[in-house]
Nanobody, 126 residues
């Protein structure tokens, strides 16, 4: 499966953005979808995940209540609504997919995901 994240940009603190991730290829399989981010000089970190059915989600403590992950299986899309953005949210954001029987929303390490898209840069100015 191929993934492409988009929707990043430069915004001021307090603004919002919605990131999108388009999946193509072998989308007939069921995948847990996740968002990760990597700030300059830091390791890639988990942001949020959503189960294949969409009925289960998980968030990093740092974004709980601020970000919302959702998906539209009919159109092979995953979204990350990011509200009240802060400078510390600045990072390259990646979407990832893991086969649902092997990757659950509770698994937060990048290696548990099988497919990755190119990231989209989010820059939040103070």
């Amino acid at each position: 499966v191929q993934l492409q994240a988009f929707g990043g940009g430069l915004v001021q603190a307090g603004a919002y953005l919605r990131l999108s991730c388009a999946a193509s290829g072998r989308t007939s399989r069921r995948y847990t979808m996740g968002w990760f981010r990597q700030a300059p000089g830091k390791e890639r970190e988990f942001v949020a995940a959503i189960s294949w059915s969409g009925d289960s989600t998980n968030y990093a403590d740092s974004v709980e209540g601020q970000f919302t992950i959702s998906r539209d299986n009919a159109n092979n899309m995953v979204y990350l609504q990011m509200n009240s953005l802060r400078p510390e949210d600045t990072a390259v954001y990646y979407c990832a997919a893991g086969f649902y029987l092997q990757t659950t929303v509770k698994q937060t390490t990048p290696t548990t995901y099988d497919y990755w898209g190119r990231g989209t840069l989010v820059t939040v100015s103070s």
